[in-house]
C-alpha cells in the first residue's frame, strides 16, 4: 500500500450523471424515508475526478484532505461528498494500512463539475462513489462489492446506484440497487438535458408529497416494474424505448410535488414539450427535465431548437439565470476508469 504515495499521476474518474426513466413512490419507511421503486441509467455527461496522494504530515498533525472545485458551483467545499467518502474510506482502510495507527495519507483532488448541482441528475452522489473508488486505488487498499456497496449506502441514498455498472432498479431510499442488462441497442439512445436555474430541494419535494397525503400510485408502479422487467432480460431495443417516452414521461410520482414547490415548473415543462413535439419526462426531484432522441446527433439539434428558442423568449425558462442545455447520451457503464467518453457530451448555456 506504501506504494501509492509514490504514485506520479493521479487516479481519475469519471463520474457520470443519471436521469429516473420510472420513479414511483411505494410507501412510507419505518426510519420517515419514503421507499421508492426506480428505474435509472447513467449518462455520458459526467464530472471529472482526479485524486492525488501526498506525503503524510508531521507526527501529531492532523491528515487534511483538500478539494478544488471548476465549474458549476456545488456550494461549500467542506460539506462536498467528495470529502465525506475521503474520511469514511480512509475510517475503513486504517486498520490495514502499514503502520497502523498511522493514517492514510491524505489526498488532494480536483472536481471538475459538468453536471447541473441539486438538479435531480445524481451528480453529488456519483462524485461521492467516485470519491470512493479513487481513495481506495490511491491507497492501494482493496474493499469487496459489498464493502464499497455498505461505504455508497452510508454516504448517501443515491450513491450505491454510481456503482452497479450501468442500467439499474433502485429500491428503499436507494441502498437496494439490482444492475439490469439494459437495452438491445447498437447506438445508445440520445437524451435532451435541460436544467432551469432554479433551486429545488429534494427534502422540501419530499415534505410537500407527504403534506398532500396522497396514497401511493399504482400506475407509475406497474410502469416501473415492467420497464425494470424488460431491462433485466435484455430484450427491449432502443426504438421500443423511445415509443413508451410518453408513458415514462408520466412515471415519477414527484412531478405534482415538485410544481407545488416551485409552481413556475410545471408551466415551463409543458411549453418545452411543445416546442419539441415530443414528452419530457423529470429527472429525480427535478428540475431538470429530459426527452429522448434515436441519436446524441438528433438530442443535439434539439438542444440548439431549445438554446434558440430560449435567447429569442419564445421558451421562457423559470428563472433568468441561464438554464443548462445539454445533449448526451445512455453512458454503458456507471464508474469510468479514463477519459472514455467524455465527447459524447454537447452543452450549451442559454
Do not use: C
Not at 55 to 72: I, N, Q
Request: charged residues 20%; without cysteine.
Amino acid at each position: 500500500m506504501s506504494a501509492a504515495i509514490d504514485r506520479l499521476a493521479p487516479v481519475v474518474r469519471l463520474a457520470p450523471a443519471k436521469v429516473n426513466l420510472t420513479l414511483a413512490v411505494v410507501g412510507r419507511r419505518s426510519d420517515g424515508f419514503h421507499a421508492l421503486h426506480s428505474v435509472m441509467v447513467p449518462l455520458e455527461l459526467a464530472d471529472r475526478l482526479s485524486v492525488s496522494p501526498l506525503a503524510p504530515p508531521p507526527a501529531g498533525e492532523p491528515v487534511v484532505d483538500s478539494l478544488h472545485v471548476t465549474g458549476f458551483d456545488p456550494g461549500p467545499v467542506e460539506a462536498n461528498l467528495v470529502l465525506r467518502a475521503f474520511s469514511m474510506t480512509r475510517a475503513f482502510v486504517r486498520p490495514m494500512w502499514p503502520g497502523a495507527p498511522a493514517e492514510p495519507p491524505p489526498l488532494a483532488a480536483r472536481l471538475e463539475k459538468r453536471i447541473p448541482v441539486a438538479a435531480g441528475l445524481g451528480g453529488g452522489s456519483s462524485d461521492g462513489a467516485a470519491a470512493i473508488d479513487a481513495a481506495l486505488e490511491a491507497w492501494g487498499a482493496a474493499a469487496s462489492a459489498d464493502e464499497r456497496t455498505e461505504l455508497a449506502a452510508a454516504l448517501g441514498s443515491d450513491v450505491p446506484f454510481f456503482l452497479a455498472g450501468g442500467f439499474a432498479l433502485v429500491e428503499g431510499r436507494g441502498e437496494r440497487v439490482t444492475p439490469l442488462a439494459g437495452l438491445r441497442a447498437t447506438e445508445p439512445p440520445g437524451v435532451l438535458v435541460v436544467t432551469p436555474s432554479v433551486a429545488v430541494s429534494t427534502a422540501r419535494v419530499f415534505a410537500a408529497y407527504a403534506a398532500a397525503g396522497v396514497t401511493p400510485a399504482t400506475a407509475s408502479r406497474i410502469t416501473s416494474a415492467h420497464l425494470a422487467d424488460e431491462l433485466a432480460t435484455g430484450t427491449l431495443g432502443a426504438a421500443e424505448l423511445l415509443a413508451r417516452a410518453g408513458v415514462l414521461a408520466t412515471a415519477n410520482d414527484l412531478v405534482v410535488a415538485t410544481g407545488v414547490v416551485d409552481p413556475r415548473l410545471p408551466r415551463f415543462r409543458r411549453s418545452l414539450a411543445r416546442l419539441l413535439g415530443r414528452p419530457v419526462g423529470q429527472s429525480g426531484s427535478g428540475p431538470s427535465l429530459w426527452a429522448l432522441y434515436p441519436s446524441l446527433d438528433a438530442a443535439a439539434t434539439a438542444a440548439g431548437v431549445v438554446s434558440g428558442a430560449l435567447e429569442a423568449r419564445s421558451l421562457v425558462a423559470p428563472d433568468p439565470e441561464p438554464a443548462a442545455v445539454i445533449a448526451t447520451r445512455f453512458a454503458a457503464t456507471t464508474l469510468v476508469r479514463r477519459n472514455r467518453g467524455e465527447r459524447s457530451t454537447k452543452e450549451v448555456e442559454a
